[in-house]
């Protein structure tokens, strides 16, 4: 079946370093992208989206690539703060008839003071 | 503007047992979600609602039931517990077509446990 994945269950990051959060996607009629952020005891949080005509998308210190060609997400954030630590998903959107929403697994994002 | 809130935070229940998971949202939104999300898992759609006295299923909707008889608010029924349904529980809203999901506002969500 068609499923979003994460490559790592868990990323530990120095204070001020860049962290890079990777998502592979099996669904390539997948038109849609979105990353969550979700902290501990919270609902999820937008992060940052990206369309499939696009391959890359910048926000505030977070970047969203996009690689059609091998399916592959990556969040990008720049110098990582102690409030970027979260559990991060992402999900794949096919809006089509019969849309559909899956969610990745989740990568937990550990900040180093 | 207390957004989406859900009641209660946490909850035990026996197997057999029954409950209601409650929503409300004060945003006026049309559409209305719930999931739920296991360990260390994304979220799977149990059952949407696109407007008062409509409601459709999810990805996973067996052993569940919804009702919306007002925008505001959308129950979860749960009718006979089991263990598989230990689970963290997210009400969702939303004001534009589902999927879109930068506008989608979630609840605090509610933490059940079937034993």
């Known amino acids: 079946g068609e499923n979003v994945g994460l490559h790592l269950p868990t990323l530990s990051v120095q204070e001020g370093d860049n962290s890079i959060i990777n998502c592979a996607y099996s669904n390539s009629a997948s038109d849609y992208f979105i990353w969550y952020k979700q902290e501990s005891g919270k609902g999820p949080q937008f992060i940052i989206d990206?369309?499939?005509?696009?391959d890359k998308r910048q926000g505030q210190r977070v970047t969203v690539l996009l690689n059609k060609t091998v399916k592959h997400l990556s969040l990008q954030i720049a110098a990582t703060q102690p409030g970027d630590s979260a559990v991060y998903f992402c999900a794949e959107i096919y809006t089509g008839a019969n849309s559909k929403l899956t969610f990745g697994k989740g990568i937990t994002l550990s900040v180093r003071p | 503007n207390a957004g989406v809130t859900q009641t209660p935070k946490f909850r035990i229940l026996k197997i057999g047992q029954s409950m209601t998971l409650q929503c409300t949202q004060d945003m006026n939104h049309n559409y209305m979600y719930w999931y739920r999300q296991d360990p260390g898992m994304g979220l799977k759609l149990i059952y949407y609602?696109?407007?008062?006295?409509?409601?459709d299923k999810g990805e996973v909707p067996n052993g569940y039931n919804v009702s919306r008889s007002t925008t505001e608010d959308f129950p979860l029924r749960l009718e006979l517990a089991a263990p598989s349904q230990t689970s963290v529980y997210f009400c969702?809203?939303?004001?534009?077509?589902?999927?879109?999901?930068?506008?989608?506002?979630f609840g605090p969500g509610t933490r059940l446990t079937v034993l």
């Open positions: 990206i369309r499939s005509n696009m």
């Open positions: 609602s696109v407007g008062a006295g409509i409601t």
């Open positions: 969702a809203s939303s004001s534009e077509r589902r999927l879109v999901s930068d506008t989608q506002y």
